[in-house]
């Protein structure tokens, strides 16, 4: 299957397709580039599908994903909580819940062999251009880290990531099944966004029509403004499902 036929395959409902924020080709043509660009200013996100090399992908998945499942196991065994030891054996410095069976791991940036491996991604994929050339200035990887959401695990709420200035990349390394949570985007909600969590519009299950609802296809990361709201929808389905962070600033 194509890649743009598996994400026109994804589409479940809402107002707006996730096609529509689809970019195929690589980062050095310059009309990827362009309608990138355009994207990301207009609608505030995009889904580039060409950007991460297929051998590259391959074997971060190797180095990353059967360390995911081995946490998401302890994560069950344990009634989601991470002691010191488990963390230290897995080269976690946190592991915070973010939801009823979802965590947000981080790995030892310096030590850990699988946040040398996200990092590689990152670089050979060329985010920091792609972030760079939306925010107009030299951006930096900031933080990078893992979802981890068990079977039966709750999404998230609609939420923003962060202020002006700050992109939010969001890839998984094998295909999320609409069961396993979809994640939704708001578009065009990074304008106007007044930073002031009081102030900014809040958000309910009643906003859901309004958003592009994306299953993440393997090495097609969504790139977000910070200020996009989106949210995640539960995993229902008896399989882990593990995607991967990075934001930049
Ligand atoms: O789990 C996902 O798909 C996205 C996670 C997310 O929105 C977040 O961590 O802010």
Not at 33 to 58: F, H, P, S, Y
Not at 79 to 105: I, M
Request: charged share 30%.
């Amino acid at each position: 299957m194509s890649d743009s036929e598996s994400l026109e395959s994804d589409v479940s409902g809402g107002a707006r397709l996730v096609e529509e924020l689809r970019v195929s080709g690589e980062w050095d043509e310059p009309e990827v580039r362009t309608r990138c660009l355009e994207l990301l200013e207009r609608e505030g996100a995009c889904v580039l599908t060409q950007v991460v090399d297929k051998r590259v992908l391959e074997e971060v998945r190797e180095a990353v994903e059967p360390t995911l499942q081995r946490i998401a196991e302890r994560l069950e065994e344990d009634g989601q909580n991470l002691s010191e030891e488990v963390k230290n054996e897995f080269g976690l410095v946190r592991a915070p819940p973010v939801g009823d069976g979802k965590t947000n791991v981080h790995f030892d940036e310096y030590e850990s062999p699988e946040h040398g491996a996200m990092e590689r991604l990152a670089r050979q994929s060329r985010f920091e251009d792609i972030v760079s050339s939306y925010i107009g200035r030299p951006c930096t990887l900031y933080e990078a880290g893992a979802s981890i959401t068990t079977p039966g695990g709750e999404g998230m709420e609609w939420h923003r990531d962060g202020t002006e200035g700050e992109v939010t990349v969001l890839m998984s390394l094998s295909n999320v099944e609409a069961d396993q949570g979809q994640l939704g985007v708001i578009p065009r909600s990074h304008k106007g966004a007044k930073l002031e969590k009081l102030k900014d519009e809040e958000l309910t299950a009643a906003d859901d029509d309004k958003a592009v609802w994306y299953s993440y296809r393997a090495g097609c990361p969504m790139i977000i403004d910070a200020r996009t709201q989106h949210s995640v929808r539960d995993n229902v389905s008896q399989d882990t499902r593990c995607i991967l962070w990075y934001i930049y600033n």
